[in-house]
């Protein structure tokens, strides 16, 4: 006996994929422009900071980058209300998605920042550019273009780990699929197409990063 593959009882179900899409979108546009300034703030103060200053930062990026995700969103969601800090789903993965990537941007950055020649910043500060000015408009500029492949992948891995979310009930898109494959059975086609439309939106927004980093954060 073949197997029977059932797509239009999942596709039927297309309000609750549409919902998943846009949180899923949602979470990663919040989390990528919240957590890019994380990762800017923290990798100026790495660069260059006080000695204190890079300690905090230097804690809290090797912290992030040494425990799995789950464990740090359900550290928030779990862990902080026994602290008094009750958290919706959605504010937690915020907050959760947020930490993360701006730890890995703060090294991404880092790399970017480090890479500039001393002479250009000596040229800037010659010419009676504050610190700030100088950061700004001389030194981040050409890091952010060095490092820009590498901040887009960074940004896709999040996105994709947001459904990982679903598990303290983030109304995401992997959420979705599995509210789907929990009432009409057909976990094979819901999970497929959960897939089919993360490849989608990963190669979007891939595209999308490509063509807003030059125009927005680094110029042509």
Same mark, same amino acid.
């Not at 103060?45 to 912290?63: C, F, K, M, N, T």
């Given at each position: 006996?073949?197997?029977?593959?059932?797509?239009?009882?999942?596709?039927?179900?297309?309000?609750?994929?549409?919902?998943?899409?846009?949180?899923?979108?949602?979470?990663?546009?919040?989390?990528?422009?919240?957590?890019?300034?994380?990762?800017?703030?923290?990798?100026?103060?790495?660069?260059?900071?006080?000695?204190?200053?890079?300690?905090?930062?230097?804690?809290?990026?090797?912290?992030?980058?040494?425990?799995?995700?789950?464990?740090?969103?359900?550290?928030?969601?779990?862990?902080?209300?026994?602290?008094?800090?009750?958290?919706?789903?959605?504010?937690?993965?915020?907050?959760?998605?947020?930490?993360?990537?701006?730890?890995? *941007? $703060?090294? !991404?950055?880092? %790399?970017?920042?480090? =890479?500039?020649? +001393?002479?250009?910043?000596? #040229?800037?500060?010659?010419?009676?550019?504050?610190?700030?000015?100088?950061?700004?408009?001389?030194?981040?500029?050409?890091?952010?273009?060095?490092?820009?492949?590498?901040?887009?992948?960074?940004?896709?891995?999040?996105?994709?780990?947001?459904?990982?979310?679903?598990?303290?009930?983030?109304?995401?898109?992997?959420?979705?699929?599995?509210?789907?494959?929990?009432?009409?059975?057909?976990?094979?086609?819901?999970?497929?197409? *959960? $897939?089919? !439309?993360?490849? %989608?939106?990963?190669? =979007?927004?891939? +595209?999308?990063?490509?063509? #807003?980093?030059?125009?927005?954060?680094?110029?042509?």
């Amino acid at each position: 006996m073949g197997i029977e593959f059932d797509f239009g009882a999942v596709l039927g179900q297309w309000p609750l994929l549409a919902r998943g899409i846009l949180w899923t979108l949602g979470l990663t546009l919040i989390a990528t422009l919240i957590g890019m300034v994380v990762g800017i703030a923290c990798a100026w103060a790495r660069a260059s900071g006080p000695g204190w200053l890079r300690w905090i930062v230097g804690s809290y990026v090797e912290l992030i980058r040494n425990t799995p995700f789950i464990v740090q969103l359900f550290f928030i969601f779990f862990g902080l209300p026994a602290a008094g800090f009750k958290l919706s789903p959605e504010t937690a993965s915020i907050i959760a998605m947020v930490m993360n990537l701006g730890a890995y *941007a $703060t090294e !991404i950055i880092r %790399a970017g920042i480090e =890479a500039t020649p +001393r002479g250009q910043i000596e #040229a800037a500060v010659s010419l009676a550019l504050n610190k700030v000015q100088v950061f700004t408009r001389v030194v981040l500029p050409p890091a952010m273009k060095k490092v820009w492949p590498a901040m887009v992948s960074q940004i896709i891995i999040v996105m994709l780990g947001s459904a990982v979310c679903s598990q303290i009930s983030t109304e995401e898109l992997s959420y979705a699929a599995n509210l789907i494959q929990s009432r009409n059975f057909r976990a094979f086609e819901a999970f497929i197409v *959960a $897939t089919v !439309i993360y490849l %989608a939106l990963s190669v =979007a927004a891939r +595209r999308l990063l490509n063509w #807003a980093g030059p125009k927005f954060f680094f110029g042509r």
